[in-house]
């Protein structure tokens, strides 16, 4: 190798070292926009940078700007662009059915996962990990995500909103632990344990026993043990132990999350969300909640000791559902006497809808017929209605996205869907000719498993 060479190849591999180092600092200073200016004051981002271990955190606490929903309460017409950050765990497939089964009767363009029911998590979301749109932008986005404002704003359209879904932390963990098999390193009595319950035994002392948090290629401090909800809704897990910092994010979401579902009051979060969002009663029917898993420690709280030890360690996850609780009863004291009439109303529409599907098993059934209320105006479901209102998440996903191809509206899909496009693509259509193909039964096996 002559010297010519020799020095092109160092200034190439100069280039390269600048790009990447540029294109690191964009990415970190991007990648966590949920907490905006005046989140901190400058005095208080000082202190907290100086203490802060990781450079990601130091550079977020710096580069926070100000951003909140300018929605207000009340609509005139149906919002259909939204996200959704569906998080782990949270009781959220029952949501997310409704809302993709939304976006179904709509006709409305949703962001669906190339490769996975994921969309970029536990990193941030890519144009890789989704399938483009020819032209356009989004009406909606669910799945699992990390919610990122800048990102997702990009992707939607204008006036989008961003919803949620939590669950009391004690209750999420028991999840987690049981869902991804965590159970089985606590399954063993600890010392000083009451209980073979591995939740329990983790909780005797979760700052001993926690793993070190998982990192992604960006050095984000990432754990399943600590602050899961609220690491999924946009705080970095570093600042887990600032009080500061917690209280400040937490207010924050309140000005960028538009609502956000409480699990435990699940219908008079739909109740709520349906009247926020000027939805008509029939988009928030389910037959079913989400399946789940029984397992002997689900029902079993663990000691006192135990939950204040866990009130401390996921504290920001504690004073998070604690914020958006209020929230929703806030809300609900706003709402009049009616509003409970209407949840009473609407457990019933459920069980109506659940006991005509369960017979209506072919189409020569006549529609269900459900009165005009002061809520609602008049309106039917009939069986093809039913199989929509009986498919899985997984399986509206794929209703979404063979709706979506065979109209020519995905950028990968143009060719195939070509052949079709003299014809008008609608989710009726699909169901009626390609219903097997959507309610596989490896997918029913995936969601009863």
């Known amino acids: 190798m002559n010297k010519s060479q020799l020095f092109l190849l ?11 180092y540029i294109w690191h600092l964009n990415g970190t200073s991007r990648s966590l926009s949920g907490v905006r200016k005046r989140l901190l004051s400058a005095e208080r981002g000082t202190r907290q940078c100086q203490t802060a271990q990781h450079g990601r955190v130091s550079r977020w606490l710096a580069s ?7 929605h207000v309460e009340t609509c005139t017409s149906p919002r259909t662009t939204f996200v959704f950050i569906k998080v782990h765990k949270a009781g959220g497939t029952t949501a997310l059915s409704i809302m993709h089964r939304l976006a179904v009767v709509r006709n409305l363009s949703a962001v669906i996962p190339r490769m996975s029911v994921v969309l970029g998590h536990p990193f941030q979301l890519r144009l890789e990990d989704y399938h483009a749109l020819k032209e356009g932008k989004f009406d909606v986005l669910g799945e699992h995500s990390v ?3 800048d990102v997702m ?14 669950r009391k932390p004690v209750s ?3 999840s987690t632990f049981h869902h991804y098999g965590i159970e089985r390193k606590y399954r063993m009595r600890a010392r000083g344990s009451v209980s073979n319950n591995p939740v329990e035994n983790f909780l005797l002392n979760p700052w001993r026993r926690m793993p070190k948090p998982y990192r992604d290629g960006r050095n984000t401090p990432y754990s399943k043990y600590r602050n899961w909800q609220a690491t999924e809704m946009g705080f970095p897990l570093g600042l887990s132990d600032s009080k500061a910092a917690t209280r400040d994010w937490i207010h924050s979401t309140g000005r960028e999350f538009f609502f956000v579902i409480i699990l435990e009051h699940f219908d008079e979060s739909m109740v709520m969300l349906r009247r926020l969002m000027c939805w008509e009663v029939k988009d928030i029917i389910y037959l079913r909640p989400s399946l789940s898993r029984s397992y002997k420690y689900k029902a079993k709280p663990p000691s006192e000791q135990a939950l204040r030890n866990h ?13 958006w609780n209020a929230s929703l009863w806030r809300r609900i004291s706003k709402q009049g006497v009616d509003f409970h009439e209407e949840v009473a109303a609407y457990k019933q529409i459920n069980l109506d809808a659940a006991s005509y ?24 479901i009939d069986p093809l209605y039913c199989k929509l209102l009986n498919l899985f998440t997984v399986e509206i996903r794929n209703l979404l996205f063979y709706t979506m191809q065979g109209q020519g509206r995905l950028k990968q899909f143009q060719k195939e869907s070509e052949k079709l496009h003299q014809f008008t693509i609608t989710w009726q259509d699909v169901v009626k000719h390609n219903f097997q193909r959507i309610a596989s039964k490896k997918s029913k096996k995936k969601h009863k498993g």
């Open 147 to 149: 919610y990122n404002r």
């Open 10 to 20: 160092l200034v190439l591999n100069s280039c390269i070292l600048i790009g990447y």
């Open 311 to 323: 009130r401390n360690f996921s504290a920001v996850d504690y004073a998070l559902h604690e914020y």
């Open 357 to 380: 599907c369960e017979m209506a098993s072919n189409e020569g059934v006549p529609p269900k017929v459900f009165p005009q209320t002061k809520w609602s105006a008049r309106f039917e």
């Open 64 to 70: 926070t700007y100000s951003l909140s929903q300018s």
């Open 172 to 174: 999420q963990l028991a």
């Open 153 to 166: 704003d990009s992707i939607m359209k204008e006036d989008v909103v961003y919803l949620a879904v939590l």
